[in-house]
Every structure is written in C-alpha cells, then in structure tokens.
T-cell receptor, first 112, second 117 residues
Framework: QKEVEQNSGPLSVPEGAIASLNCTYSDRGSQSFFWYRQYSGKSPELIMSIYSNGDKEDGRFTAQLNKASQYVSLLIRDSQPSDSATYLCAVGVLSRDDKIIFGKGTRLHILP | DTGVSQNPRHKITKRGQNVTFRCDPISEHNRLYWYRQTLGQGPEFLTYFQNEAQLEKSRLLSDRFSAERPKGSFSTLEIQRTEQGDSAMYLC???????????????FGSGTQLSVL
C-alpha cells in the first residue's frame, strides 16, 4: 500500500463550480497534512495545511481532515481557470521523524 | 532573494558521467529535503537533513546517490555513473522544524532538470 494515495485525474470542473480533491494515507501516526499546488513546469507551492480533525477554511479553499478514516480532502469553491494545476497531497509521517511524503497528485482542469 | 536556490537549473549529461547539484535553503531553515520528480508523478522522497545530520535516505536509492550538508547550510546531491533512468527534476525544499514532530511547511526551489543521454 502506498503511503499517500490520490486519484491522478484529470478532474474537469466547470468554472464557478466546486472542485473536490481527495487523498488517503496509510500511517495512522501521521500528524500533519498539506496541500500543494503545482503548475506545469513549476515547483510545488503550499496552499493549505491542516493538523486537527475537521475543516479549515482559507479564502476559496477548505481542507478537511478525518484521521479515523485516514482521509484528507481539499475543496475549491468558485473554481477559476487559474486553479487549473496539479494538486499534491503531502503527509508528515511521524514514525519517520515527521518526514514529508507526497502523493502522485491530481490534475485539475477548470473548464471556462 | 530569500527563497530556496538550486543550481544548475538544467543539466545535460552523458550516461556514465557524474553530476552534482547544489541547493541553498532559506537561511534560518534547519531542515533540507531532496526529492525527485518525473512527469506525471508526485515528488519522490530521496533524503533529508536536520542541520548537518542526514536523517534518512530512501531505500529506493542506489549507492550511486549521495548527499551532503557539511555545515548545515547548503547541500549537494551527487549522482555517480548516471543512467538514463536518472533523468528527472531534482527538487530541493527547506523548512524550519524547531523540534521533532513539528508541523513543518516546505518551501521548494525551482529544481534542477537532469537529462541523461
């Protein structure tokens, strides 16, 4: 079982709609969870972090964490064409000195 | 410029040659990570440092790969006897982690794109 799993997509969402991205992880001891956005040819950039169960909102982005289900999600409201990118889920694996492990990423395409 | 700096941006080499990449992290960051990324994949963990100490090296890496961070500042990643399968983007990231288990956020450099012919 891979440590961090994501659907590779592509996920196509109409402009203005809500985009929902999902991620599961295998290490129950994981304590920190992140979403990074990566545009084609660029490096990943952090957009959200979450550490406790529940929702965390930042502008149009909402991260959701359910540790019991080992599940993390990212919602993007009012999707814009500029949101088209690959979204990487990353997890801090406590059993390994909090090493940060990434999923393969989900390609998101916002349809104008 | 206070971001993470990587050099060179691009490297083309012939199979069998050795290559070395450099990463200069954000100055106050004590953790430094190396990742490798190929097209359509997420960053794959290679190794990381806490100050000058190398905490872990991926078991997927062969002995041809070595990394150092001699003074806890910049880091180098060397690949010996390069193979075509080594072609990838090599990403460096740094973070400030005051203690084990802290909730660190990674800041990435622009990467070094390696092409092995």
């Amino acid at each position: 079982q891979k440590e961090v799993e994501q659907n590779s997509g592509p996920l196509s969402v109409p402009e203005g709609a809500i985009a929902s991205l999902n991620c599961t992880y295998s290490d129950r001891g994981s304590q920190s969870f992140f979403w990074y956005r990566q545009y084609s040819g660029k490096s990943p950039e952090l957009i959200m972090s979450i550490y406790s169960n529940g929702d965390k909102e930042d502008g149009r982005f909402t991260a959701q964490l359910n540790k019991a289900s080992q599940y993390v999600s990212l919602l993007i409201r009012d999707s814009q064409p500029s949101d088209s990118a690959t979204y990487l889920c990353a997890v801090g694996v406590l059993s390994r000195d909090d090493k940060i492990i990434f999923g393969k990423g989900t390609r998101l395409h916002i349809l104008p | 410029d206070t971001g993470v700096s990587q050099n060179p941006r691009h490297k083309i080499t012939k199979r069998g040659q050795n290559v070395t990449f450099r990463c200069d992290p954000i100055s106050e960051h004590n953790r430094l990570y190396w990742y490798r990324q190929t097209l359509g994949q997420g960053p794959e963990f290679l190794t990381y440092f806490q100050n000058e100490a190398q905490l872990e090296k991926s078991r997927l890496l062969s002995d041809r790969f070595s990394a150092e961070r001699p003074k806890g500042s910049f880091s180098t990643l060397e690949i010996q006897r390069t193979e075509q399968g080594d072609s990838a983007m090599y990403l460096c990231a740094s973070s400030h982690s005051p203690r084990q288990g802290a909730r660190e956020k990674l800041f990435f450099g622009s990467g070094t794109q390696l092409s092995v012919l």
